[in-house]
């Protein structure tokens, strides 16, 4: 089960899977230069929810295609600090669908 975490440091934003830094998917789809962001909805928050998805699922197309509601109703509602796992990630989707 992967352990994805999220914290605001003096340093920045750090979201890391399993204590790695989370790639953000750049080649997937490009929604911002500005890394990563929650807490809102909006272009940064977006690239964090495909980023978490493609990490989760393996599979580009389906993360791309959950992304913005993920983004919505999980990535958007998240605190300054945070951490999602998979069985947590799993839950959130099927309550979306």
């Known amino acids: 089960m992967k352990k994805f975490r999220g914290d605001r ?15 953000q998917q750049l080649h997937v789809k490009q929604f911002t230069d500005l890394g990563f962001e929650w807490t809102y909805e909006g272009d940064s928050p977006r690239q964090l929810a495909l980023a978490i998805l493609v990490s989760h699922f393996g599979d580009s197309e389906k993360a791309l295609a959950l992304c913005e509601p993920f983004m919505k109703s999980v990535v958007a509602q998240l605190d300054n600090e945070w ?10 989707l099927s309550n979306m669908a």
């Open 9 to 23: 440091t003096i340093d920045g934003i750090r979201v890391t899977v399993d204590g790695e830094l989370l790639d």
């Open 83 to 92: 951490q999602l796992t998979s069985e947590e990630i799993d839950k959130a």
